[in-house]
Every structure is written in C-alpha cells, then in structure tokens.
C-alpha cells in the first residue's frame, strides 16, 4: 500500500468512528432517514446521487452487487431493500465495513480498490460512488472494478475544474479530490473494449440554491467559502423555519427537476457513468419505477457508539479536519 493511500486509510478510520449528540454515531450516508441523526451535510446532493444509482440499477439485469468505497453500507443497503439484489460492501476503511455489518447487517470486507480481494466476475455489478475522485492510482482502480464485474460497473464522481484538482495535489490534502473527470472521462474504454457507456448530469447548479435550503442543516463558515459569513450566520439561524417549509415532497420535486434540469444544462456538479461489458445486459423496460420519496424512507434507528472506542488521536480536531476536507471536496 502506498502512503498516500496509507495516510487516507488513517484518516478513515478516525472518520468512521466519529459520533454526534447522545453518542451516536456521524454518519456519512443518510442512514436514519430524511433531517434525521447526526449526518454530513449536503443532504440533497446524496439522495440526488442515490436515485440516479438506482434508475441506473433498474435497467441492468443483475443479481449480485458489490459497492466498492461503500462507506458504512448504506447505497448497498438501499439496492438490495429496492431492486432486492444480493449486495456486498468494501471499503479501504476497517471501521466503515464494521458499521456496515453491524448497521446493516451486510456482509463488508475491507480492502483497497487497487488491490480488490474478489475474483474475477464474482459479481454482476460493482457500484464506485464517489470513491475514484480519491485514489492515488485511478487507472489501476478502474481496471479491478472491472475485473471484479461480470455485467457492468456503475460509477459517480464529482465534476470539478483542473484547477480545483491541481490545488489540492499540490497542497497535499489527505482524502481530498486528486483526479479531474468530464464526461469524455471513460471513453477509452469503450474505444479499447467496446464496452458501452452510458452518462448522466447530476446536481444542477442552477438549483444549488433550492437545494441548500432543503437541506435545511446548520452549515459552518471557512475563509475562502462562497458565501459571506453574514448569510451563513443568516441561513443557521432560519434552519428550524425551513425544515418546516421543505419536506420530504418538496426535497422529492427538486429530486425530479435536477434529473430534467442536468438533460439540458452544461453546468452540474456529478456525473454517473454506466460503463456495460455487453450490452444484452441492459433492460429498455426498467425492473422496478423508482421514486424518490421511496428513497427518502429508508432508514435505520440510531447506531450509538461509547466515548472509549470513539477515542481520536491526540492533536486531531475532528470538527477541524472536517471543515478542512469540506473546503478541497465540495462543490462550491
């Protein structure tokens, strides 16, 4: 293992065991459900993600799934309570694949995507969310997504300018976004193996705004952050007020509109890649019609960790470390 993915397993793993209010457990995915327990912020942007995942899935004829990257398990969960698949989950994190088990009781195995511990076709499809935008090596873990799936792989990575990426290489910034991607990324693979590909726009910034709102989650200001300390403050102080105005119907109608928006607009902040080994596996008809609301559902009660085993290293604050990795990995 490299150090950069060394130094990034280390970070995982102190991330993964970071808690909220009353000890529970800060999750990463919404795993309690739609405003509920301790969560990263940019809700939407994660439930925008995680339907364009399932209306990806919905068209593959597949049966066993493994989510690569898979954080705490909650998009492999999410598959197998929706499309019913059998699902797997890996993670270079030690502490991301105990939650998954544990949460949601699926089996996880830690590993790194340069190195994956899994045979040759073993599933029909492996999902990478969010995950290439950190490896060191992205060509090598692109070929062992592909080795592990017989059918097709589905990927989601952030759309971000070369500046952005040339930044956060040259100021080393662990667990950040080191690779750019665009829409002509995974293009060689279909040049070099006449594999299909197939794209989708995600997160519109035209509704950046709308979406900042529904997400109704207290937010904190960084120097260098878009917007102004005064409209942050502004924005907290009204969140209880616009979790009452945007529920679940209106986070599912902005859900819709990004998905209609990002068909026609040049300006996003996502893209998921279809890449399909043979195209027989590919349904016209969908398995199932998802919807969002049925997404917004899901959820599991609290996971609650104790103060011992959530000790951090000395001299790391975590909120800190946090609002550091938020500045080189979101989107503006």
Not at 26 to 45: N, V, W
Not at 156 to 168: A, D, F, L, R
Not at 310 to 329: D, F, I, K, Q
Request: net charge positive; charged share 30%; aromatic share 12%.
């Amino acid at each position: 293992m490299d150090r950069y993915t060394k130094e990034t397993k280390k970070w995982l793993e102190q991330r993964f065991r970071q808690v909220g209010n009353r000890e529970i457990y800060f999750a990463h995915q919404p795993i309690y459900g739609f405003r509920k327990g301790p969560t990263e912020s940019g809700l939407i942007d994660k439930y925008v993600c995680t339907y364009q995942i399932l209306k990806a899935l919905s068209h593959l004829d597949f049966n066993s799934l493994l989510d690569v990257g898979g954080a705490e398990g909650y998009k492999a969960y999410v598959v197998n309570k929706i499309l019913g698949a059998k699902v797997e989950s890996s993670d270079l994190s030690e502490e991301a694949c105990q939650k998954a088990r544990e949460i949601f009781k699926i089996k996880s195995k830690p590993a790194d995507i340069h190195n994956l511990p899994y045979k040759d076709n073993e599933f029909d499809v492996v999902l990478c969310s969010e995950t290439l935008e950190h490896i060191a090596d992205n060509k090598k873990g692109i070929k062992e997504l592909l080795r592990v799936a017989e059918r097709a792989v589905v990927i989601t990575v952030p759309h971000e300018s070369k500046k952005t990426i040339e930044k956060n290489i040259k100021e080393e910034v662990a667990h950040s976004h080191i690779h750019h991607f665009n829409l002509k990324s995974f293009d060689f693979l279909k040049e070099s193996f006449g594999y299909c590909i197939f794209k989708e726009k995600m997160v519109s910034s035209i509704l950046r705004i709308p979406m900042i709102l529904a997400d109704a989650k207290k937010r904190k200001y960084y120097p260098g952050a878009r917007y102004p300390k005064v409209l942050i403050d502004v924005y907290n102080v009204l969140v209880p007020l616009l979790a009452k105005i945007f529920g679940e119907r209106t986070v599912s109608l902005i859900i819709k509109l990004d998905e209609f928006i990002c068909r026609f607009s040049p300006f996003y902040y996502y893209i998921l890649f279809v890449i399909l080994k043979d195209r027989k596996y590919y349904l016209k008809e969908e398995i199932k019609k998802i919807s969002p609301s049925e997404i917004l559902n899901i959820s599991v009660p609290f996971y609650y960790l104790n103060k011992k085993d959530n000790e951090l290293s000395p001299g790391l604050n975590y909120n800190t470390e946090l609002e550091r990795l938020e500045r080189h990995c979101k989107m503006p």
